[in-house]
């Protein structure tokens, strides 16, 4: 990794179940561990760059303090892990801007595959920036199917077509029959892989797209709709609000207003 990484893990969870990963992130990475009740002084007090957040099965109650982290440390990248995974809990997370979302048992190579993205991220430290680089918040759970030949399977493949372009909008009948499988096999395998169903997935590329499209100087919300694969405004403006929890107008004034501010603080 070129960039060290200084992380505050937070222990959400009475059990071990994550004790492989937190040792794992402890032999490349500085790592202050602590439960939520230290959590803010602790990354107030530090230099941290990534918050990792360790949950057993997390209720509404305990999910507060990611969302104090990105209210008050925006540009702070968090990782999420939790032993349970709903379709609920994986909106959730994607609406608070989690930048990677993992379901336990997460292979070691998975999170180290996270760690290396994580140093290599440009630094967006400074008051006002915008939120991490987000290439893993599309995809809670990395590829972790590739065969012992080092080939791609169908799903990695499909997942491929659809970040390279997510507005062909192909069905799942079409999928599946193109990849072999029945309606059912895909979906079920899609999800079993990638902790979300291929709608969601497809929605959250879509977001993702839109939302790199907002943040560009100049950007109109039809052309960022337009970009992400949305005919209607209006229907893209009620999907963007229910997920992002603001209009893309919002959205869009306030990635101005943080890049009006780096560019005063240089």
């Not at 006002?128 to 809670?140: D, N, Y």
Request: contains cysteine; charged residues 20%; hydrophobic residues 40%.
């Amino acid at each position: 990794m070129t960039n060290p990484l200084s992380i505050v893990w937070i222990s959400c969870s009475a059990s071990s179940s994550a004790a492989d990963l937190l040792q794992e992130c402890r032999r490349s990475c500085v790592v202050t561990a602590c439960l939520p009740s230290r959590a803010p002084a602790t990354i107030a007090a530090g230099a941290a760059t990534v918050v990792i957040f360790d949950y057993g099965d997390p209720a509404a109650a305990d999910l507060h303090l990611p969302q104090w982290v990105k209210r008050h440390h925006p540009s702070l990248p968090i990782l999420l892990l939790t032993d349970t995974h709903s379709a609920d809990l994986a909106a959730w997370a994607m609406r608070v801007r989690v930048w990677n979302y993992l379901v336990k048992p997460v292979p070691l190579r998975e999170l180290k595959t996270d760690l290396q993205q994580l140093a290599n991220l440009p630094s967006r430290r400074e008051p006002g920036a915008l939120e991490a680089l987000r290439p893993a918040t599309i995809l809670p759970i990395a590829y972790r199917d590739a065969d012992r030949h080092g080939d791609k399977t169908v799903l990695q493949c499909v997942v491929d077509d659809i970040r390279r372009d997510c507005t062909t909008g192909l069905s799942v009948a079409q999928l599946a029959q193109s990849s072999g499988m029945s309606r059912f096999s895909f979906s079920r395998s899609f999800r079993s892989n990638f902790g979300i169903s291929y709608r969601d997935f497809i929605m959250r590329q879509r977001l993702e797209k839109a939302c790199q499209m907002l943040e560009l100087p100049g950007s109109s919300v039809t052309g960022a709709a337009l970009a992400a694969g949305f005919t209607d405004a209006s229907y893209f403006a009620r999907v963007f609000r229910r997920h992002m929890l603001k209009t893309p107008t919002e959205y869009a004034q306030a990635a101005t207003r943080s890049q009006d501010h780096g560019l005063k603080m240089r």
